[in-house]
């Protein structure tokens, strides 16, 4: 056991997709990337020969017929991991599928299905923040009774505003899901893991202020839900593409007896300037600066699940939970209405 090494194949390799094959490839112990897919062929070519990977593959039915596979990570466009998830699990092997399950709540439940029907597999959801080590650190304080009672959590996602060009020209081709379900997932998870409570109800409202572009998308530029949870517990989320600064993700939790704050000055790194302008700390412009190590601290996560036949604390529930709060905040922005969230 102590020198076997899991063989993984990954389909996706874009923004999200090469810093898993670098993971996989480089750093994380007792697991041999064998196998890359993407239709671009160039980005099948380059990171063959960058990391010696001896299979490469367009198609993704192909790559799973290599038998010498036991994993598949899947970091493709969002509308394809259901699909591909299901396939993978159908063909044997053991699955981690970066977020969301799927673009539907329908898409999610027939994934949740799949996952029962093969209960000897790993299957791993990719809500790395859980894998963070200030928000694990966090986990355990709550869990300790550090804060009392948690009662109220308070989560910031904003991505930068200078990617918000790009964010438009692929939103006006592709379904991402909208504000809520592709940014403030992360934040929908992690409010049902601190307060270990399920939604009941969300008023949702946005709107398009620096571009109207948003709008014509029938989607948010910067939103906010307001969401009770069982036993009467608050969250707040707010979500923007527009985030002058740099990449914010901040998160608050008011227990009974105090209080945490993750991330509250989003800062690069520890170098302060002061200059005509005052005393200045960088922020960090992006999820993979941000969220380096919990790519890799997952990643690690699920390849030891494998050897050591164990489950990961986050699972297909998980997934399905905080795409059905998704979607209630989504038809509550649509709608102006107080949606009750049914489970
Ligand atoms: P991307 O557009 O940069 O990359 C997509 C990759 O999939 C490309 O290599 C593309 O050629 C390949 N591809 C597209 N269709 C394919 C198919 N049918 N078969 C095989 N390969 C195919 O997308 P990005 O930003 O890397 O996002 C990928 C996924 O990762 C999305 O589902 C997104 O929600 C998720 N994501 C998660 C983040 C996190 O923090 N956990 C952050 C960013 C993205």
Redesign the pocket.
Known sequence: MANKKVKVGI???????YQHAENLALRVPNCELIAV????EK?VKEVQEKWGIPYGYAD?DEMLENRELEAIFI????G??YEQIEKALEAGFHVFS???LGLYLEEAEKVEKAVSRHPDKVFML?F?RRYDRSYADAKRMIDSGEIGEPVLIRCYGLDPAGKLDSFLKFARDNYSGGLFL?MAI?DLDLARWYLQAEPEEVWAIGGSYARPEFAELGDAETGAAMVRFSGNRIGIFVAGRNCAHGYHIETEIIGTNGTLRIGTVPERNQVMIFNETGAVKKCTGG?LER?EQSYLSEAEEFINCILENRKPSVNVRDGVESTRLGYACKKSFETGKLVRVKS
């Open positions: 389909v996706g390799l874009g923004r999200q997709g897919c993407s239709v671009v980005e993704y970091a493709s466009p969002s394809f991991h970066e977020k969301p990719g790395m592709d992360h999820f969220f």
